[in-house]
């Protein structure tokens, strides 16, 4: 049954909703594991995301709901006891952007009502949970009118993830999520926050998004191990070159001083970190060039990269994306997000598509046992409030 967001909300919290705010989902183009270690990454905000329907209380009570986790009811909290407990599950992200506002100095006047509903597969690499931060600020931010400019919720996105859930992932979530643009996307310079756009000529073919339905939880990841590794990997260079982050070295140069690292898994790190940057900056060059050819080649190489150097695909993710370089009208392939299962993406001729999902799909669930998801999505703007129609 098809259901609006504003219909459930009162069915929920037994009174009518004052907005209704959107932030979308993303996938990264290209550049993965590069934003913890100074590099670019090329990410796009997609058509897939969270919604929330909010309204103001007169008390200081905050309730939660999701239409995702219906099992776990309202969640309950006070605007002035906004700590992390473990108990509360999902509920601790808009708890946690919340906790973030407040510690930056911004009041909320009231505790309020919060229904949320999102069509990202959780757990799939889209960044549901930075989806989820980042609509929930742009509520509170809206509905309390707090003065706080996009750039710095994003910042606050990320600071709830690291601080408050615990998990030391880089900005590129959030800032694409807050920063998206619809046609377009965004190279990222992860220090300075220095950003370029540049527009998506995929006429013609589709961004075919694949999910593993293998779910991969990053707090219990190995994705905060690979973080240590390449700061190891750092400082050894460090030793020898006067650099701030792998980053800052082209192919050249890190080829001159890689002698310096001496663990051999540590070195692969480091050279995916460098030579996944060198590929992000060309391909947002491609792209304003148009030269879809090649920036699917380049997508080809940073999955093998992602597999042979840095180690965070695994079976599931690399028998997709093998399966994808097979199929005719496929311009390239590859992993997207922290890896360890979630999704990969392809870029599809149109006329290949329905083929492309099929073949992919069968080889998959032959090799693996169960099957894979397809969709496709598109570029999409930024977090904002919401107009039209909300169909869960």
Known sequence: MRVELLNDFQRVFGSAADRVFFAPGRVNLIGEHTDYNGGHVFPCAISLGTYVAVKK???????????????????????????????????????????????????????????????LPNGAGLSSSASLELVTGVALQELFHLDVDRSRLVQLGMKTENDFIGVNSGIMDQFSIGMGKAGYGILLDVRSLEHEYAPLPFEGHSLVIMNTNKRRELASSKYNERRL????????????VGIETLGDLSLVEFEKYEHAIPDANLKKRARHAVSENVRTVKAFHLLNQHRLGEFGELMNASHVSLKEDYDVTGRELDVLVEAAWRQPGVLGARMTGAGFGGCAIALVEN?????????????????IGYEASFFTAESADGAKGWKGRVIV
């Open 229 to 240: 590794e390449c700061e190891k990997a750092l400082s050894h260079l460090q030793r020898v």
């Open 57 to 119: 209380r007169e008390d200081r009570l905050v309730r939660v709901h999701s239409l995702n986790f219906p099992e776990e009811g309202i969640i309950t909290f006070s605007v002035d006891d906004l700590n992390y407990v473990k108990s509360d599950g999902w509920a601790n992200y808009p708890k946690g952007m919340m906790a973030s506002l407040v510690q930056d100095g911004h009041r909320l006047e009231s505790g309020i009502d919060l229904l949320f509903y999102g069509n």
């Open 351 to 367: 006329d290949h598509v329905q083929a492309f999902v099929s073949s992919v799909g069968n080889e998959y669930k032959r090799v």
